[in-house]
């Protein structure tokens, strides 16, 4: 069956703009979570998305927001980019709390 | 708090012996235990995982962990290591009063096989 899938694999954006990322869970899986990856900081927990609620949100600031829709898909928006948001965003879904979550291959995500 | 300690940045193995990488935890109530791999590039790939049960857990590739509670240990471990085996590796704990799958990771160890 399907992993997940995140879009785009990389992207390139000037510092000011705005960058949406977009995650398809596994099917079947209602949980999905988001997680920054940087050589400095390591995985970091930004949220995490169930049957559209944001359950849990990490220590982040406001430009990061996401959204969870009915099919389970879910976007991450980071607003205002700043030069330290370059990162591997990666994104994760589980089917219940005792199950491992999936993650996906990841947005490399570069501000310039 | 709930934490994870991976006291190893690099880890060096030659193929075929054996091969640990370590990690301990922190965590109040009992600890859910994951190992995660990566390979350049991409994702986390998922390995094993420790819920309840068997201390010994057997997982992909060959890869098996040791739970052990009295020294708040789980270590990877795999009896012959393969070239192939050459990745990042992240001990992860869930954190149960954050929701489903908030996951909470160690910095990481680099496994390096030498032929």
């Known amino acids: 069956k399907a992993g997940v899938t995140q879009t785009p694999r990389y992207l390139i954006k000037t510092r000011g703009q705005q960058v949406t990322l977009s995650c398809s869970p596994i099917?079947?899986?209602?949980?999905v979570s988001w997680y920054q990856q940087t050589p400095g900081q390591g995985l970091q927990f930004l949220f995490e998305?169930?049957?559209?609620?944001?359950?849990n949100k990490g220590n982040f600031p406001g430009r990061f927001s996401g959204r969870q829709f009915s099919n389970s898909r879910s976007e991450m928006n980071v607003s205002t980019l700043e030069l330290g948001d370059s990162a591997l965003y990666l994104c994760?879904?589980?089917?219940?709390?005792?199950?491992?979550?999936?993650f996906g291959q990841g947005t490399r995500l570069t501000v310039v | 708090a709930q934490s994870v300690a991976q006291p190893e940045d690099q880890v060096n193995v030659a193929e075929g012996n054996p091969l640990t990488v370590k990690c301990t935890y922190s965590v109040s109530g009992n600890p859910y235990l994951f190992w995660y791999v990566q390979y350049p590039n991409r994702g986390l790939q998922f390995l094993l995982k420790y819920i309840t049960g068997d201390n010994l857990v057997k997982g992909s590739y060959g890869f098996e962990a040791e739970f052990n509670k009295s020294q708040t240990s789980f270590h990877l471990k795999k009896p012959s290591a393969l070239v192939s085996d050459s990745a990042l590796y992240f001990c992860?704990?869930?954190?149960?009063?954050?929701?489903?799958?908030?996951?909470?990771f160690g910095a990481g160890t680099r496994l390096a096989v030498h032929p």
């Open positions: 998305y169930f049957s559209e609620t944001q359950r």
């Open positions: 992860a704990v869930r954190d149960l009063g954050g929701g489903y799958n908030k996951l909470i």
């Open positions: 099917s079947g899986h209602r949980s």
């Open positions: 994760a879904s589980s089917r219940t709390e005792n199950t491992e979550a999936f």
